[in-house]
């Protein structure tokens, strides 16, 4: 599985694709603030030109790194199907369990790679050209992407298990959507009539980082912030990290290449 691992991350080191991918997603964040730092200085009384506003958005939305996960694994390994990648792999003799186990690992390592660039460029942008003070949303942004990690790893290895269970690309890409989001909302929403699904919808990822957080320009109101939030988040990554590689590791023993 080493071995998979260190010629895998000497493909994507060597390939332009995530390269683009990062420098994409970090050029939009750096013209957000752009625009932001356009407007505070043409506009009279401006009141969103700040470095807490442009954190805020990741804050509300810290979602997103599930779907970032999502775009990795699949820039990374969707066309291996088509390429014949997959079963020179396996012809060589590495055990499909050690594949998905080892994509899984690239795919989580690539994707935190992006993040801390893309996050580089987004904060430093931010601190360069707006102002306001930095502290407390920097603090709160930084505790928001720790606790959602471990879901965002769950996601991840969800994305590497669809992509080795259906034959196209876009059918994984609507499971992942349904597994992640659909069912969650519904869920939420059910809930509201029916306790049992209430509850269920509560230890959702999806659920708690979009309901349980309220991010405004007057104060922050985060569940990371309290000892059971923070250990709601860590529990629901987690088990959601043995759910997804059980079911991965099953699917990759199973799929016929």
Aim: some cysteine; charged content about 10%.
């Amino acid at each position: 599985m080493l071995n998979y691992i260190k010629s895998e991350g000497y493909r994507i080191t060597h390939s332009k694709g995530m390269y683009a991918a990062a420098g994409i997603a970090s050029g939009v964040l750096v013209l957000m603030n752009l625009v932001l730092y356009v407007s505070n200085k043409n506009l009279t009384d401006f009141p969103y030109g700040l470095i807490s506003f442009s954190l805020n958005n990741l804050i509300a939305n810290l979602q997103t790194l599930f779907l970032s996960g999502f775009v990795v694994a699949s820039l990374l390994f969707a066309d291996e199907r088509k390429n014949g990648t997959l079963k020179n792999v396996v012809a060589y003799g590495i055990p499909r369990v050690h594949i998905f186990i080892g994509k899984c690992i690239v795919s989580i390592v690539t994707a935190l790679c992006c993040m801390a660039v893309i996050l580089v460029f987004y904060v430093g942008s931010a601190c360069l050209l707006l102002g306001g003070p930095a502290a407390e949303s920097l603090g709160k942004m930084a505790g928001g992407v720790g606790a959602a990690l471990p879901s965002a790893f769950a996601a991840v290895i969800l994305g590497v298990a669809l992509l080795t269970l259906f034959e196209k690309d876009i059918v994984a890409m609507i499971a992942w959507f349904a597994v992640m989001y659909v069912i969650p909302t519904v869920c939420y929403y059910a809930g509201f009539r029916i306790d049992a699904l209430s509850k269920i919808a509560a230890w959702m990822p999806w659920n708690i980082f979009s309901h349980e957080v309220t991010v405004n320009m007057s104060g922050y109101v985060c569940l990371w912030d309290t000892p059971f939030g923070l250990a709601k988040c860590m529990i629901v990554g987690i088990a959601g990290i043995f759910i997804f590689g059980a079911a991965g590791i099953f699917v990759s023993r199973k799929k016929e290449i």
